[in-house]
Structure formats: C-alpha cells, structure tokens
C-alpha cells in the first residue's frame, strides 16, 4: 500500500460516529458505533467491500486483515 492510500478512521466517542479516510477522499459509515474497536471493525468491511479494497490490495485475504489506524 502507498502512503496516500492508508486508511484512517476518526471515531468520535460522544456520539458514535465514524469517518473514514483514505487519501484525499472521506466517507461517514452509515451507523453509530458503541465502541472505537467496532468502528474499525465497520471500516475495514466498508473499505473491503464499498471501496474495492478486496480487489486492489491482493495482499490481503480478508477485511480483517486491513490495516486501519485510528485517530
């Protein structure tokens, strides 16, 4: 992966949200999440499925193998 296409999410605790980054572009996941663990857990299915990282990251076998950080 390049440095442009890591994967960031931002969770805010309060109302449990979460944006996810990846390069210039960012997606608002579509639920409320309780914790920042299930969050990440949304974003690397979100990111897998949604944007195609099931097709470009051939390293990866899986969602749950997606490197995500979080912030």
Do not use: N
Not at 28 to 45: G, H, M, N, W
């Amino acid at each position: 992966m390049h440095a442009e296409e890591c994967l960031e999410l931002h969770f805010d605790l309060k109302s449990g949200r979460a944006l996810l980054s990846c390069g210039d572009k960012d997606y608002v996941l579509p639920d409320f999440y309780p914790t920042k663990e299930t969050a990440r857990i949304a974003a690397q299915q979100f990111a897998w499925e949604k944007l195609g990282w099931k097709d470009r990251a051939r390293e990866f076998r899986q969602a749950s193998e997606l490197p995500v950080w979080l912030r």
